[in-house]
């Protein structure tokens, strides 16, 4: 029997045995379909081939689907949904944060009212020193991503790097600017 005539409970049993063609029919049979669901969500044709492809990963490697309690397409459907609203709420999180924190450092407070403007000044001052006290690889790519509004794809181009790479440092850099930032605010 050909693996493209399996079904999809016999592709499963094949990818928990370690056969990357069954993966690779699952992925031809179920791509098209994480993709537009991802993309309908992320309205992002970048985050949607991210995601199918951590969907897809995640199925080879975790694997927690349950034949009894669905059809495969039912369940890559549901998953990849949740995992897009995951990445929705997270991107949303992310930009209400970086908006507090005023991280456009090109422009200047346009505020008419003295305490504002001082604050502003502050913030920034406060923000520029966390910047510094970053990597400088994860400076770089944070700066690239969040004030030059590149993707990691291009990010990833641009400094031959690979996506998750890219990826991972954006996160790294996040998570510990948002700590250092924290660490400043504490009386």
Not at 23 to 51: C, H, T, W
Not at 74 to 92: E, Q, V, Y
Not at 109 to 129: A, C, F, G, H, N
Request: glycine content about 4%.
């Amino acid at each position: 029997m050909k693996l493209k005539d399996a079904t999809d409970g016999q592709l499963i049993d094949s990818l928990r045995a370690s056969d990357s063609q069954a993966m690779e029919v699952l992925y031809d049979r179920y791509g098209g379909l994480v993709y537009s669901i991802a993309f309908k969500i992320l309205q992002n044709p970048s985050d949607a081939e991210d995601l199918t492809q951590d969907v897809f990963i995640t199925l080879w490697q975790k694997n927690h689907y349950q034949s009894e309690r669905g059809s495969l397409k039912s369940f890559l459907g549901l998953f990849t949904r949740c995992r897009a609203i995951d990445k929705l709420r997270k991107r949303n999180t992310t930009q209400n944060f970086l908006t507090r924190w005023q991280l456009n450092l090109y422009e200047n407070s346009s505020s008419t009212v003295p305490l504002e403007k001082v604050e502003s000044q502050e913030q920034r001052k406060q923000l520029q020193k966390a910047l510094s006290l970053l990597p400088t690889e994860q400076r770089e790519i944070l700066m690239m991503s969040f004030f030059e509004g590149l993707t990691r794809t291009q990010i990833a181009e641009k400094l031959n790097l690979p996506v998750g790479t890219v990826k991972s440092r954006v996160r790294l850099a996040f998570v510990k600017l948002k700590k250092l930032l924290l660490e400043q605010n504490q009386p």
